[in-house]
Each structure stands twice: as C-alpha cells, then as structure tokens.
C-alpha cells in the first residue's frame, strides 16, 4: 500500500461502496455504458468489429467512464491523483489486450477467461520490464476488486437462487462446509500463514477465483498471496474440465451425477460449462445449478469470514489480553460485504425485472472490467519468482489434496442426492 498524499481520506471500503452504488446508481437511471465487442473469430472480423470505429468509440467511452470513477476513488482514498492518471491507461491498455485474446472464437472455445490473460500479461511485463516505483504504487488493485465485487451483487438474485432447486443447493451446502473446513484444517495442519488458509479454503470449496477475491478483500490480503492462489486455481480448472468428464463417461455415470460432480468440483463457472457440455445437455444444466448454487454462497460466506477473521485476528494493541469490542469489529470489519449484500438485495426485491433486464448486459460489463484490471494489476505488482520459491510449496500441495478431497466427496454426494 502507498503512503497517502492528502489529509482528506474516507476509508477504502466505504469508498468502493461510494464508487459502486454510483455506478449502479447512473446505469439505473442517467447513463447505461454500452457494451464494446471483444468477440472476433477471423482477421476480418477483428478488423471490422474490434478495431471498427463504432467500437474504438465505445471502448473509449469505457475508458473515460472508468477513469472518471478511478479517479474518484483514488482521490477519496487519499492517493495521488497524478500518478493514477498518468499509470491508469496502460493498466486499461493491457486489459484490452486481455479482452481481445479471450474474444478470439478459438479460445472462447476453450472457456479461458480474460482475467487469465490479463493476469499473465500482468506478470509478463511486472518480472520482464522494469517499471516505476511510482507506478507501482498507484496501481488500484483492492479498489478495482472490491468495486467488481459490489457490482457482482446485482447478480446474485434470489428468485434464482430458487430455481436452482433443494438439491442443488444442499450439495453446495454440504460440499462448501465440508470442504472448506478440511482444506483449512489442513492448512493449520502443513502450518500454512492465515491469509494463505482463508484464500486457499474459499477458492477450493466455493467458486474458485471469484471467491479467492472476495476473502482476500474480507481479510485484507495480500495481493501477491491473491495472485498465487488464483494461479492453482486457474492451473488445477483445465486438466479437471478435460479429465472428468472422461472419467464419468468410462464409468458410465449418469449424466445427472455427472453433472453434480463436475459443477460442485471445478472452481470456475466457464470450465464448468465446458465440461458440462462435453457430456450432455443434461450434464450442462445440472452442473452449471449447483455451480450458480455455490456461487450464490459466496456473500454468506465472505460475510461468515469477515466477521471470523476481524474477530479473531485483527486485535488492537490495546485489546490484546481480551476479545474485540463489537464496537472494534465494525470499525475494521470490511464494509464492501455489505455493499455487495445490499446490491443483491436491491436488485432482488426492489428492482423491476424489465428494468434489471435492461441493464443487466452493462452491469455485467462494467463487473467484468473491473476484475479484468484488478487482475492486470496484480500481475504488474507480483514478482512471479515468489510464486515458484521454496515457501510456496506448502501451500501448492495443500490445495492440490484439497481439491482431491472436493472431487471425492463431492462425487459421493452427487450419487446420494442424484443417483438413481
């Protein structure tokens, strides 16, 4: 974290729900941010229809917006207005970068998503290139994430939550208690550090990176640990999406307890539709519900973890014989949960549905965005050789055997709750 350079600072939490609800707050009602085309399958097409004047018009409508709220928050937190306006459109360069490899129609195919790419571009350039401490410094990760999350609230609806069905979300019940509390007590076991605990048992047992995120912003973690995490998950995701679907078909499951396993086992949502439909249509429903019901535990679950670790971790000098006062807990328990639990109420349960059809598209977007930076960010922040050292080996084996168990037990719940 950089030092501030002004007296005038709100805290960084309340600033991204400032930022957040601002910018729900226009697409509802004043400016709805279209869409840019990423999405491309040929020469001609990237021609035309990325790099086609409408589009570039778009895309620099998109920078602007982005900078304009960048700006904003930068300034609020008390960081340097200058160096992020100066920094901030290579950071937004290299994730379009990002977003017009993932659009190629080849790796669409493959389900990679752009944070992927925006996180290796990242890393290619933070451990090949020299760059500025000045530069460093005014990358926004934790601002970018935290606005991503608050925004990823809008789509966290509860009439779906429905819809996914009382066994789908009992498996993801069963299998995010169970799983998370075994790869935590193995990380206390291995002696694994807590921010690396909590960021490993989200990501295994929940929804993957997204939930990576989401912990290390409730914990306030480090981003190199983020990136490190988000690495095995990205890592272990292809080799699972390939394999499993082999492994069901050789043992002639069904496709509905296939589809419980791959969606309950495979941390990211595209790699869970792209095993899913290596199987079948049925396989493909059910394994994108349990996963959409896992998903949906991840602010239960954020919320859980930010009231444990502020509980339990962060303790003042001054408290250090005895338990936080409530009063402690709410000054530093994380107040983007609450953002990203207030949105997904609002969008619930006040929101008309036209309405939230109407701009679910660019809320989606925007979402998108602000990951794909975030993840540029850390990447440019991140010396990759931390991640291969000696230390990291611990933490590496830890997930690999959690994810192991995630695959076993979540098989054995599909068979009880899916099997025939």
Not at 176 to 182: L, N
Request: hydrophobic share 55%; aromatic share 14%.
């Amino acid at each position: 974290m950089s030092q501030n350079t002004k007296q005038f600072a709100i805290h960084e939490d309340w600033t991204v729900v400032i930022l957040g609800f601002l910018i729900i707050g226009l697409s509802l009602s004043v400016f709805l941010l279209p869409v840019p085309v990423f999405k491309w399958a040929n020469y001609a097409e990237l021609v035309e229809d990325v790099f086609g004047y409408v589009n570039l018009k778009i895309v620099l409508q998109q920078f602007i917006y982005l900078t304009t709220i960048g700006t904003l928050g930068t300034f609020l937190i008390g960081k340097s207005v200058k160096n992020f306006l100066l920094g901030f459109p290579a950071v937004y360069v290299l994730t379009v970068v990002a977003l017009t490899i993932a659009g190629n129609g080849q790796v669409k195919a493959l389900n990679l998503e752009a944070v992927i790419f925006s996180l290796f571009i990242g890393l290619f350039i933070g451990n090949f290139f020299t760059l500025p401490t000045w530069f460093r410094a005014a990358l926004s990760t934790e601002l970018f994430v935290k606005i991503g999350l608050i925004l990823l609230g809008t789509s966290v609806i509860f009439s779906d939550i429905l819809k996914a069905g009382f066994l789908g979300l009992m498996q993801a019940l069963v299998v995010v208690v169970s799983v998370w509390y075994f790869a935590f007590w193995l990380c206390k076991k291995l002696k694994v550090d807590d921010e690396l605990t909590m960021m490993i048992s989200s990501a295994v047992s929940i929804c993957g990176v997204s939930a990576a995120i989401a912990t290390s912003g409730a914990i306030k973690g480090d981003s190199k640990k983020l990136s490190y995490v988000i690495s095995m998950v990205l890592i272990t995701a292809i080799p699972m999406m390939i394999f499993m679907p082999i492994i069901a078909k050789y043992f002639n499951f069904s496709e509905e307890v296939t589809g419980a396993w791959l969606g309950g086992s495979i941390d990211t949502t595209g790699a869970v539709v792209a095993s899913g439909s290596l199987v079948g249509e049925t396989a493909l429903k059910i394994s994108t519900i349990v996963k959409f019901s896992q998903n949906v535990l991840l602010g239960i679950a954020a919320f859980a973890i930010s009231i444990y670790w502020t509980y339990t971790k962060n303790k003042s000098s001054e408290v250090i014989e005895s338990k936080p006062t409530l009063r402690i807990i709410w000054e530093r328990f994380p107040k983007f949960v609450i953002g990203f639990i207030t949105a997904s109420l609002v969008f619930s349960f006040l929101v008309p549905i036209e309405i939230r059809d109407a701009t679910k598209d660019s809320l989606k977007n925007l979402q998108s965005i602000w990951f794909a930076l975030a993840f540029t960010s850390i990447g440019l922040e991140t010396n990759f050789k931390d991640l291969l050292n000696s230390n990291s080996k611990k933490p590496f084996y830890v997930f690999l055997i959690a994810q192991t168990f995630n695959v076993i037990i979540t098989l054995i719940i599909a068979f009880i709750l899916f099997g025939k």
